[in-house]
């Protein structure tokens, strides 16, 4: 848990810097890849998670500019590496300005239960992890080899002494 807004900041540019670069690896025509075929895009996937930052802060008071079009998932995957960067930045910079340590403490009604603001940003960061893990699954799926979030895809064993990693 967050006690301090530094310990969620720490966090925060860890994850993001981890998304970025798994979003770095996605390709125009990785972005219509789906699990199914009526299953959401790779890029609905990754652009509901990049536009749903400023959404999520501001149902819990922090001000913050909203995605132009957000429901609009661009056809380009540069274009969402660029706004996920952006965003993700300005939620760190108005969660700096804008809650205080003691402002982790207070409670709020989130998803029908009661959570601390810490809670809630604690829900934000797992909420992106979850849709990155289904990101890399697509990425996967559509030819790319994904980056590796917290450790190495298989590809990379090799490089550590394993030949043939196991399934």
Do not use: C
């Given at each position: 848990m967050?006690?301090?807004?530094?310990?969620f900041?720490?966090?925060?540019?860890?994850e993001?810097?981890?998304?970025?670069?798994v979003?770095?690896?996605?390709t125009?025509?990785?972005?219509s890849q789906?699990?199914?075929?009526?299953?959401r895009?790779?890029?609905?996937?990754?652009?509901?998670?990049t536009?749903?930052?400023?959404?999520?802060?501001?149902?819990?008071?922090?001000?913050?500019?909203e995605?132009?079009?957000?429901?609009k998932?661009?056809?380009?995957?540069?274009e969402?590496?660029?706004t996920?960067?952006?965003?993700?930045?300005?939620?760190?910079?108005a969660i700096?300005?804008?809650?205080?340590?003691?402002?982790l403490?207070?409670?709020?009604?989130?998803?029908?239960r009661?959570?601390?603001?810490?809670?809630?940003?604690m829900?934000?960061?797992?909420?992106i992890?979850?849709?990155r893990?289904q990101?890399?699954?697509?990425?996967?799926?559509?030819?790319?080899?994904?980056?590796?979030?917290?450790g190495?895809?298989?590809?990379?064993?090799?490089?550590?002494?394993?030949?043939?990693?196991?399934?």
């Amino acid at each position: 848990m967050y006690i301090t807004i530094a310990d969620f900041i720490r966090e925060w540019n860890w994850e993001a810097s981890l998304t970025q670069k798994v979003l770095e690896g996605l390709t125009d025509d990785s972005l219509s890849q789906k699990v199914y075929p009526e299953g959401r895009t790779l890029g609905r996937i990754v652009w509901h998670f990049t536009t749903n930052i400023p959404e999520y802060l501001a149902h819990f008071g922090l001000k913050m500019d909203e995605i132009e079009y957000a429901e609009k998932v661009p056809t380009s995957a540069k274009e969402i590496v660029e706004t996920f960067k952006q965003i993700s930045s300005s939620a760190a910079k108005a969660i700096e300005e804008q809650w205080t340590d003691e402002t982790l403490k207070e409670v709020q009604i989130a998803f029908g239960r009661k959570e601390t603001n810490a809670q809630i940003l604690m829900g934000l960061i797992k909420h992106i992890i979850h849709h990155r893990g289904q990101a890399t699954v697509l990425m996967r799926q559509a030819g790319i080899k994904p980056f590796g979030v917290y450790g190495p895809p298989k590809e990379d064993w090799i490089h550590l002494g394993v030949e043939n990693p196991p399934l």
